[in-house]
Nanobody, 123 residues
Framework: VQLQAFGGGLVQAGGSLRLSCAAY????????MGWFRQRPGKEREFVAA????????DYTDSVKGRFTISRDNAKNTMYLQMNTLKPEDTAVYFC?????????????????WGQGTLVTVSS
């Protein structure tokens, strides 16, 4: 599956953005999906994941209550609604697909990656 992430941009602290990830090729319903981010000078880190049927989700502690992951398998698209953004959320955000079972927070468990979209939060 090929993935394309978009929706990043510049926003003030406290603002909101919605990222989208479009899937091409094999249907999105075949994959556990995740969002990761890479902040300047840091390694890529887990943000959120969602199961194939949207029953289960997982979030890193720093975004719980602020970010919401969702998916629309019929549209082959996944989303990340980001509210109450903070300057420390500034990063390149990547979407990723996992063919294996169950949610995961591990980068290596995801076999397909989008190109990333930059989110910049100004203070």
């Amino acid at each position: 599956v090929q993935l394309q992430a978009f929706g990043g941009g510049l926003v003030q602290a406290g603002g909101s953005l919605r990222l989208s990830c479009a899937a091409y090729g094999r249907g999105l319903s075949n994959y556990v999906m995740g969002w990761f981010r890479q902040r300047p000078g840091k390694e890529r880190e887990f943000v959120a994941a969602i199961s194939r049927g949207s029953v289960n989700t997982d979030y890193t502690d720093s975004v719980k209550g602020r970010f919401t992951i969702s998916r629309d398998n019929a549209k082959n698209t996944m989303y990340l609604q980001m509210n109450t953004l903070k300057p420390e959320d500034t990063a390149v955000y990547f979407c990723a697909a996992r063919g294996g079972p169950g949610l995961s927070r591990i980068v290596a468990d995801f076999g397909s990656w989008g190109q990333g979209t930059l989110v910049t939060v100004s203070s």
